[in-house]
């Protein structure tokens, strides 16, 4: 089974080699007994971070009874990502190194000063990280977003849609939290309230402290839902494939409990002050070809009326691209989430925002559009991983549509 995750487990092996390299360097002041001392404490140290990292993977379908075993992992992802962005300088000294030696034909030592600046930058990191998950994962923000849409009937003008996304409900158990998230929810008495995926993380049982909470949330036409890609429990290892299909049935009867309506590539037509639109829901579907693709926009909107405004949700950002802007363009909003902004990054007012996850996906954060139409990537409410955000808290956001004057 483990044979799954052996590219993890080499990479990280390189990992540990390559920044073990830099110990000559960094401890050049140290005697020779010292060094050794140091050196034997980082294999052992590797070793056994190697190790809890490969008996974890064997165990993950014990996460969800275990916070220990989620934060330990959490602490793996933490260390080995910034023992990754410390191999980058290291990385960058020796090519340094490289083109200097073929200059000067004979070899030099790798820098103290870059080592030790790669050093700084990577501790600076780590303290971001664990700052972030002591201090906000339950800092949750309300984003105010005003879109123009065309073509939008006066009748439909300042309609109110608050959007949720991404809460992974197996990743803290924390009911008090998330009740006064509901309650931020309910004070923006929003028309809808629509939430676009991945409610929990591998099964159905992360849901038991949450039940009496999610099933507060109100608005004047309903909670509406997708299903994202860890709905699924694809990466659960499930007995057979009827624990797997009992899974995804157990959710829709999860959230019909909870008073959702989910809509499984499906539409809903909703009246507002005289005037139709449509709500459009569709399941999972990506461009990455690890994710589930059971999202079929045209059985979605089948039998569909002509209406004015057409809203879609669609867990994955990267669906807007691949289909929606190319064969459906009166669909004037595309919801989703998924990205999380990596739950790491930052932004300085609206001028510019970087997260790592923009390399991984196009629209990975806030507003985009194209022509008339508009795509919005939500940060989420949840963690998934690592269970902090740095930069990117959890977000509420909050629509009003209006008309083009």
Same mark, same amino acid.
């Given at each position: 089974m483990l044979l799954?995750?052996?590219?993890? *487990?080499? +990479?990280?092996?390189f990992i540990e080699w390559y920044s073990f390299q830099a110990i000559d360097t960094l401890g050049s002041f140290l005697s020779a007994t010292g060094l050794q001392i140091v050196k034997v404490f980082v294999i052992v140290a590797g070793a056994i971070m190697m190790l809890a990292l490969v008996s974890l993977l064997n165990q993950r379908n014990t996460f969800n009874s275990s !916070?220990?075993?989620?934060? !330990?992992? $959490? +602490?793996? &992802?933490?260390i080995y990502s910034a023992k990754f962005v410390f191999c980058l300088f290291l990385l960058l000294d020796d090519f340094r190194r490289s083109i200097i030696s073929l200059i000067q034909n004979q070899p030099i030592d790798r820098s103290f000063l870059w080592t030790l600046l790669g050093t700084t930058f990577v501790s600076t990191i780590l303290l971001l990280l664990i700052r972030g998950m002591w201090k906000n994962p339950f800092k949750f923000k309300v984003i105010d977003q005003a879109l123009h849409i065309e073509g939008l009937p006066d009748a439909l003008n300042g309609l109110h849609i608050v959007q949720i996304s991404d809460i992974h409900a197996g990743t803290f158990n924390a009911p008090e939290a998330y009740t006064r998230c509901v309650n931020m929810i309910n004070e923006l008495k929003a028309d809808l309230v629509l939430f676009t995926g991945d409610l929990v993380n591998?099964?159905? $049982?992360? *849901?038991?402290?949450?039940? %009496? &909470?999610?099933n507060k949330i109100k608005s004047t036409y309903g909670t509406f839902a997708v299903l994202g890609n860890h709905d699924y429990g694809h990466f659960y290892n499930w007995k057979s494939r009827l624990d797997a299909e009992n899974q995804i049935q157990q959710l829709r009867e999860v959230h019909k409990k909870l008073g959702w309506n989910l809509l499984n590539n499906e539409h809903r037509i909703i009246n507002h002050?005289? #005037?139709? +639109?449509?709500?459009?829901? &569709?399941?999972? #579907? $990506?461009e990455k070809p690890y994710f589930p693709k059971f999202g079929d926009? %045209?059985?979605a909107v089948r039998n569909m009326p002509k209406v004015p405004l057409q809203i879609l949700m669609t867990h994955d950002p990267t669906h807007w691209d691949m289909e929606i802007v190319k064969d459906f363009p009166d669909v004037d909003l595309t919801l989703s989430g998924h990205t999380h902004g990596m739950q790491f990054g930052f932004e300085i007012g609206n001028k510019f925002k970087? $997260?790592? #996850?923009k390399y991984a996906y196009k629209h990975w954060l806030g507003l985009y559009q194209k022509?008339?139409?508009?795509?919005?990537?939500?940060?989420?409410?949840?963690?998934?991983?690592?269970p902090g955000r740095v930069g990117m808290l959890p977000e509420i956001t909050?629509?009003?549509?209006?008309? +083009?004057?």
């Open positions: 799954r995750y052996l590219p993890i *487990l080499l +990479f990280i092996f !916070m220990y075993k989620r934060y !330990m992992l $959490s +602490f793996l &992802v933490i591998f099964d159905i $049982s992360e *849901l038991r402290p949450y039940m %009496n &909470v999610f002050n005289g #005037v139709n +639109f449509a709500l459009i829901g &569709v399941e999972n #579907v $990506s926009m %045209n059985k970087w $997260s790592p #996850v022509g008339k139409q508009y795509l919005y990537v939500n940060r989420g409410l949840g963690c998934l991983v690592y909050s629509f009003r549509l209006h008309s +083009f004057e």
